[in-house]
């Protein structure tokens, strides 16, 4: 028993030990090397226990049989903690190889990331413009990220669904597909209202900040708008603008883009919404709308879209250009 827990140690712990401490190593070989073992343990011990019991009663023939298979296994159990030995010490020297010679190839990053620009910002700061003015300056993808949000909204409140139900919420955030999304018809008022009831909800959150992340990585770049990019969707990107607006003038934006589509609104409706909108936006636990620490402010109360851009192609280009400089550097 002694010798069987001793050889098991060898050949289940020695692969475990090279794994645990970074070094790949298929472990289903050793896997395979151990029940192999177990197996030849066992057979021993069987064909032991069968001869000393039942020889007298069984033909010669079975008992010659019986002995030369458990003098084989009894040769080769001690073949396989041997094989796992050589195993362990050729992975080892192998990685040891690797990690001497490849250093300096591991230290540099091989990957060159793409170019992501995330830009947040409370509803008609101005931010779903710029971005999409950026996006097509520097033709990268664009993802206003509030139409996620909307998207299951829409779904739950297409299907007579309660807004605050979270499993049915997730289910629908799993479904959306970020390229059908319908500006036109998830622009509509109440699905905005929908959208941020549905936003509150840590497991719609990570599905679709999870959809987002993939769609940040497309090249040659890409620029995502919404209230938690710069925080939580793309916290390395090398750009980070946040868009803000007095709640007055963004309240008389709305109101007169309604206007211009023919529509009826109240401008202190609107600007009750937006304040309302805003307060459970800042106010939620889960990824509340602020600015990220590295963020560039961009006050758009006073400022055309033309001027807004202005500003942010001189930050644009400046990270760029670090960018091209580290890159070359590699
Ligand atoms: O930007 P938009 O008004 O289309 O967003 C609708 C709602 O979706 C927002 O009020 C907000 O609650 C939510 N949202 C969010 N995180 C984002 C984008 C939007 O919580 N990144």
Known sequence: MMFFLLMSLVIVAIPYAIERYGLRV??????????????????IFTIDALLQNFADSMPGWLESMLTTIGGFAFVTIGITPIITLVLAAAYLLFALGQWLFDKDEKDRPTRQTPFTIAIDGPAASGKGTLARRIADAYG?????????????????????????DEFLAEKAARNVDLSKLDRAVLSAHDIGEGASKVAVMPAVRRA????????????????????????????????????????????????DEIQANGGGAKYEEILEDLMRRDARDMGRTDSPLKPASDAHLLDTTEMDIETAFLNAKTLIDQALARNTRSNSKQ
Request: charged share 20%; net charge positive.
């Open 26 to 43: 298929r472990f289903g070989l050793f896997a395979l090397l151990f029940w192999l073992f177990a197996f030849q343990f066992v057979l």
């Open 208 to 255: 679709l900040v999870a959809a987002q992340q993939g769609f940040a990585t497309r090249p040659p770049g890409a620029v995502l708008d919404g209230r938690d990019i710069g925080t939580v969707v793309c916290p390395d990107a090398p750009v980070k603008l946040y868009i803000t607006a007095s709640p007055e003038a963004r309240a008389k934006r709305r109101f």
């Open 140 to 164: 990268y993808h664009h993802l206003d990220t509030g139409l996620t949000y909307r998207a299951v909204a829409k779904a739950l409140m297409d299907q007579n669904m309660p807004l605050d």
